[in-house]
């Protein structure tokens, strides 16, 4: 008796066509100065920051299951970072970034003891009185302009660089190299060991936990992971801006309801879906933002027709057509018919 011999594949073909592609326009983005104007940059730039924070979103969401409507209590904190450490310790402000990004991590371990006794909508809104409280503190902070919010002076903003190109320039890379690093760091997770316990997570808890699997400890990784790049992607911004007030710092609608939109409708769950989502997110919003109201009328009936008519998202739609995997995170048997085993 004989049987085909087997391999297992963690590639497909389309998906070292992906990688390619993606090396490919990444240098190609990095370039982006010597090629874009000032405005295709602001472009890129804004996409790069709501992948970012999309993609950190749909791995809480997408793979452990929590829902958050509070992640811009980190975007904001990482802005109020920056502009703390830049203004009273006279650090640089590029250098502030990752301190930023270390802090959240440290203040959400505390936090993800609070937040994880609440289950389900419970956790959802203690995310957001979270993110509130975050917004009350950053508005009595009267050294940081209260209320009203602070711009970074001008002696600081000339620390970044000589110029305003070179400043452009050294944000906007700062930017595509953070994004950039997150989407690879949430990629390698999410095949490590770690990824198979959160698709295990996923699909059940209680049978993930039977298996031996630390879902409390594995949720709470990927939550310190989600609060420490948000918080990094949010001191990125508001260095962008060179403003910042706690009313945009920690806006629910741009930093929370925007990005559960794109992940929602690109396909959560699917490391793909934050990208076609950001993507469209940002083709509407540059062609339609002039018109108000509406625009955000239209976000809303695409958002409801997409639910409706694809509930996976246009990435898992086309998924479930063509069996596309451009970024596979499982395991895939691959039987070998060419060779024969003896028993």
């Known amino acids: 008796m004989t049987a085909p011999a087997f391999t297992i594949s963690r590639a497909t073909p389309e998906s070292r066509i992906a990688l390619a ?21 602001r472009i890129v730039g804004d996409f ?8 950190l979103w749909n791995l809480l969401a ?5 829902v958050s409507v509070g992640q ?23 250098l502030a970034v ?13 936090i993800s003891y609070l937040v994880f006794r609440l289950k389900g909508a419970y956790f959802a809104i203690g995310t957001w009185v979270v993110a509130e409280v975050f917004m009350l503190l950053a508005s009595q902070w009267s050294a940081l302009g209260g209320g009203s919010g602070i711009s970074l002076p001008i002696a600081i903003v000339r620390e970044i660089g000589a110029t305003r190109a070179m400043r452009e320039n050294l944000i906007y890379w700062t930017t595509l190299g ?22 295990a997570i996923r699909d059940s808890e209680t049978a993930a936990e039977s298996s031996g699997v630390s879902v409390a400890n594995a949720k709470r990784l990927l939550y310190v992971v989600a609060c420490a790049g948000a918080a990094m992607i949010g001191a990125i911004y508001f260095m962008t801006k060179l403003r910042i007030s706690p009313s945009a710092a920690f806006s629910v609608n ?38 108000g109201a509406i625009y955000l009328i239209i976000l809303g009936v695409i958002a409801v027709a997409v639910m409706l008519l694809a509930p996976k998202g246009i990435w898992g739609l086309l998924q479930e057509k063509f069996g596309w995997q451009l970024f596979p ?13 003896g028993n």
């Not at 995170?329 to 085993?341: M, N």
């Open 72 to 94: 811009q209590a980190y975007v904001g904190f990482g802005g109020y970072v920056l502009f703390g450490a830049a203004i009273f310790l006279g650090v640089p402000p590029l």
């Open 254 to 291: 741009d930093w929370t309801a925007f990005v559960i939109f794109m992940t929602v409708i690109g396909g959560i769950g699917r490391i793909e879906g934050p990208i076609v989502g950001a993507a469209l997110f940002i083709l509407l919003r540059e062609t339609l933002s002039d018109l």
């Open 98 to 110: 990752p301190i930023a990004g270390v802090g959240a991590a440290i203040i959400s371990v505390p």
């Open 62 to 66: 997408g793979y452990a299951g929590l």
């Open 329 to 341: 995170v499982g395991r895939k048997l691959v039987l070998d018919t060419s060779k024969k085993e």
């Open 48 to 55: 790069m920051v709501y992948l970012g924070l999309a993609s």
């Open 178 to 199: 953070t994004t950039a690093a997150i989407l690879i760091a949430v990629y390698l997770l999410l095949r490590s060991k770690w990824g198979l316990a959160l698709q």
């Open 21 to 41: 592609f993606a090396v490919l326009g990444l240098l190609a983005l990095a370039a982006g100065p010597y090629w874009l104007d000032r405005n295709g940059m």
